[in-house]
Each structure stands twice: as C-alpha cells, then as structure tokens.
C-alpha cells in the first residue's frame, strides 16, 4: 500500500536535546512538508522541499533543520534551539503540477519535551 | 484579517441533522481549496477539493464564492462518524506564483445520537 509513514507516534526526549523525526513516503511525489500543531491551533509550515537535494524554510523554521537526500525521505530535527519543542508533528508530500494540488499526511509523531 | 478564518464552533448536532460551516480568506487572488477533515488526535485527511461550479460528493457539498471570499461545507443527514474538525484550506497566489498551502484552525462538529 502506497502511503507516509512517521516515527515514532510518540517521543519524550530531555530538554536540551536534539531529536529526529523520521517521515517515508512511496507516492512517488516530489514535495514532501513539515507543519507543526499546537491544541486550538491551524497546521503551521516549518519546511518544505519541492526537490531532492533542495529545501526551503516555512513560517517557523527557527530551531528546525532537515535534509532531502533521497526522494522518499525527509527528516526532521528539532534542536534544543527550539523554545517550545512539544507539539504534534505532522509530514505530507504531494506532486507540484497537478491540478488539484492536494497534500496527503502522515499520521504524525507527537513530541514531549520536559 | 486572518488568511483563513473558520468559527471554531463547536457545532453540535443531531444526528440527521444537516450542517454548514463556512470559511473565509483574504487572498483573493488563491486559486485552489479544499476542506480536510481531521478525527482527534489523528492527522488531517482530504475530505473534498473545492470547485468554483460547487462541488458534491454524496452527503458533502462544497461552495465557492469568489466574490465574497468564502467556501461553504455543507453536510446533510449527519452520521455519529462525521463528528470530528474541519479544516478549510487555501493555496494562495502571490505576484504570479502559487504559495504553500494555508490550513483555518478548524470547526469542530459534534454529532449526537
């Protein structure tokens, strides 16, 4: 079955700690994102690539970094430089150039920072 | 005014009942909507793109105004499984290019027996 896959569903980690979040994808898109949301709150955008090997930052990417090595894969590390690490993270890809345009999540990690 | 604003809500309904949440959005330049739906806890899943001729999809209906800037989510004969929030998303359109994809904060609905 074609889908996104994120790991873990939950982390607990340390505060000062860096930590990474795995997302797989085999939809064969080309974009893959990372949005972050807090209770009561819309998706917000940390980083998107719309390319192997290219990334940009979204709205909140301080104290976020990723890479894009390969097209199925893109990591998330958040960094002990990130003021409020605790949320729930969640990873979509979708294909640029399709009419619709419409991005697919995975089922997301959430994320305990004490 | 916010990019995408939806009323929180919640909307509790009965069962039967029929619904419709509205959604505003400030770019009036965006090109593409859509309503997600997302269950607690879990992450958002595409419920309908928006259609500027209105789109239906068994119960769902969506609207498209793009005079007033808004879309519409209409749900007839509510089920107990449509309880759940729904999130209304905009592509915007900036100096000639698409822009990444702006989520509302959602409008809970809860359905009751």
């Known amino acids: 079955d074609g889908g996104i896959t994120q790991s873990p569903k939950y982390l607990f980690r340390k505060e000062g700690q860096n930590v990474t979040l795995s997302c797989e994808q085999n939809l064969n898109h080309d974009a893959m994102y990372w949005y972050r949301q807090d209770p009561g709150q819309g998706l917000r955008l940390i980083y998107y690539?719309?390319?192997?090997?290219?990334?940009q930052k979204g709205d909140i990417a301080e104290g976020y970094s990723v890479s894009r090595e390969k097209k199925e894969s893109f990591p998330l590390t958040v960094t002990s430089a990130q003021k409020n690490p605790t949320a729930f993270y969640l990873c979509?890809?979708?294909?640029?150039?399709?009419?619709?345009?419409?991005?697919?999540f995975g089922p997301g990690t959430r994320l305990t920072v004490t | 005014r916010k990019e995408v604003e939806q009323d929180p809500g919640p909307f509790n309904v009965p069962e039967g009942a029929t619904v419709a949440f509205n959604c505003t959005y400030s770019n009036s330049a965006s090109q593409s909507f859509f309503w997600y739906r997302q269950d607690c806890r879990k992450e958002p899943k595409l419920l309908m793109s928006v259609y500027s001729s209105g789109n239906e999809d068994g119960r769902f209906t969506a609207q498209l105004n793009r005079a007033s800037q808004y879309i519409s989510l209409l749900i007839r004969d509510s089920k107990l499984s449509d309880s759940a929030t729904y999130l209304c998303?905009?592509?915007?359109?900036?100096?000639?290019?698409?822009?990444?994809?702006?989520f509302g904060k959602g409008t809970k609905l809860s359905v009751k027996p």
């Open positions: 979509a890809s979708s294909t640029p150039g399709q009419a619709s345009y419409e991005q697919y």
């Open positions: 998303v905009v592509r915007p359109y900036y100096g000639g290019s698409q822009g990444n994809l702006i």
């Open positions: 690539s719309q390319i192997v090997n290219d990334f």
